[in-house]
């Protein structure tokens, strides 16, 4: 068998949005979910809407954020190495921390504020890992 027919194989074997979206939409999955570093994107408020139309969050990190299309998408490596190029049937944390926040209410919307600025935070995360413009309006928020 030809290379690019295992290729053409494996992508239609692989690990499928839809079945990435029934996980998290399995509650005794998403809570039975372990992970060393789950408990802290439960922490605070990490977990910040920035739009409605289309759905979009920001995870805060420490060291970087992420930009998550629920139940779809991370803008994490380890989403973008295992879950899309490997096809490994495991979400990253974030994507699970995310669904154990909206249940838990540990979750802040500022897709009111952020509206016409929530392409330039997707951008600013993806090119450079940070966005000073979620921050600057998180606090101004909380004033």
């Not at 996980?23 to 005794?28: P, R, T, V």
């Not at 809407?49 to 920001?58: D, K, Q």
Request: glycine share 8%.
């Amino acid at each position: 068998m030809g290379v690019s027919r295992r290729l053409e194989r494996t992508a239609r074997e692989g690990y499928t949005s839809e079945e990435l979206a029934g996980q998290l939409s399995d509650e005794q999955y998403v809570e039975g979910f372990q992970h060393p570093r789950i408990a802290e994107a439960l922490q605070g408020t990490r977990y910040i809407r920035i739009s409605v139309h289309p759905e979009a969050w920001v995870y805060l990190g420490r060291r970087e954020d992420h930009v998550l299309v629920p139940r779809l998408y991370c803008s994490c490596l380890d989403f973008l190495v295992n879950v899309v190029g490997r096809r490994r049937k495991s979400p990253c944390y974030h994507l699970v921390g995310l669904e154990l926040a909206r249940k838990l209410g540990r979750v802040k919307d500022l897709s009111s504020l952020a509206g016409p600025q929530a392409p330039k935070i997707m951008l600013e995360i993806l090119e450079h890992g940070f966005s000073r413009e979620l921050r600057r309006l998180a606090l101004r928020s909380q004033s």
